[in-house]
């Protein structure tokens, strides 16, 4: 009877030990889930101009006209000053003039077209021994020279054509032309002032916004370029908007134990503007599908039972 009971325990004792370790190995199987630890929290903060551009002149002049003021809204190229360019204007068209003058290149070519007449003809009394062999060398240095000085003229009227260029280039100089399309912030500068290194008026470029944030480094390496996240201004706390994250500060501070991460926030339309504080969550990126292997694709064909629990059997 002992001996029964002696069995029968330790048949008990192996069972519930099989039974545990399924049961560990069944656990170990199935993925962890994911508590607040793990997400990333929402952070504080600003929306900013991607550009904020302090507009001046390339040369020192005074002031004519200026054709943006505060909040005014302008696109790239478009003129927002102009210099005093009398002078300039001036030379640009004695330049334009002289570019366009032919009256030299008509003269020279005429009198080389004389010199190659005359010394055909003397070419003639050469042959008859009618004149000296020194006139006739005389004629054909004549007629060498008058066919340089054509093609002198020729390069006199290339040069004149690019001093015209460059007398061009000089004017448009004292023109200033907004380098980016956005919005004037400030305002330096007014009609009939001197300029020579201050700038002339602020634009900001608005269209996309930067996003600056700063993150604690225990989430360096989960925060990646092309991430996504929702950003909120205080101002408007009902409109959330989609930005991309663009850059990730590779150096963290140590101070402080942050990181920098920048996002680019479309703005199409200027409804949202600059310098705003604000609230980010980033989304979570999605996990990509498991692939199926070609040895389980074969074996769920083969199996029945699969495949009646597959048709809805």
Not at 112 to 125: D, G, I, S, W
Not at 270 to 287: D, K, N, S, V
Request: proline share 5%; with cysteine.
């Amino acid at each position: 009877m002992d001996l029964h009971v002696q069995t029968m325990t330790r048949v008990l004792i192996g069972i519930l030990f099989t039974a545990f370790l399924v049961g560990s190995a069944g656990a170990g199987d199935k993925p962890l889930e994911a508590d607040g630890a793990d997400t990333i929290p929402e952070f504080d903060c600003v929306i900013e101009p991607s550009e904020i551009i302090d507009v001046g002149s390339a040369v020192p002049g005074l002031i004519k006209a200026i054709y943006a003021h505060r909040s005014d809204l302008v696109k790239k190229g478009e003129v927002i000053a102009q210099l005093e360019s009398s002078v300039e204007r001036a030379t640009l068209k004695l330049s334009k003039v002289r570019a366009k003058l032919t009256t030299s290149i008509e003269l020279r070519q005429a009198s080389a077209a004389f010199e190659r007449r005359t010394q055909k003809r003397n070419q003639v009394l050469f042959q008859k021994s009618s004149l000296s062999e020194y006139d006739m060398d005389r004629l054909k240095t004549e007629t060498r020279i008058a066919q340089l000085q054509v093609r002198q003229e020729k390069d006199n009227k290339r040069i004149a054509g690019l001093e015209y260029g460059s007398a061009a280039a000089t004017l448009a100089r004292r023109t200033i032309r907004s380098p980016v399309q956005g919005v004037v912030m400030e305002r330096f500068k007014s009609v009939g002032e001197y300029v020579d290194e201050d700038p002339i008026l602020r634009v900001a470029q608005l269209d996309p916004l930067h996003v600056e944030v700063i993150v604690p480094v225990k989430y360096l390496g989960r925060i990646t370029p092309g991430m996504q996240a929702e950003v909120t201004p205080v101002v408007s706390s009902h409109n959330i908007h989609l930005a991309t994250v663009t850059r990730v500060d590779r150096v963290a501070d140590a101070a402080s134990g942050t990181f920098g991460v920048r996002l680019s926030l479309s703005n199409p339309d200027y409804t949202i503007p600059g310098g705003l504080r604000c609230r980010l969550g980033f989304l979570p990126a999605e996990a990509p599908a498991a692939p199926v292997t070609a040895a389980e694709s074969v074996e769920d064909k083969g199996d029945p039972t699969r495949t009646a629990l597959a048709a809805g059997e």
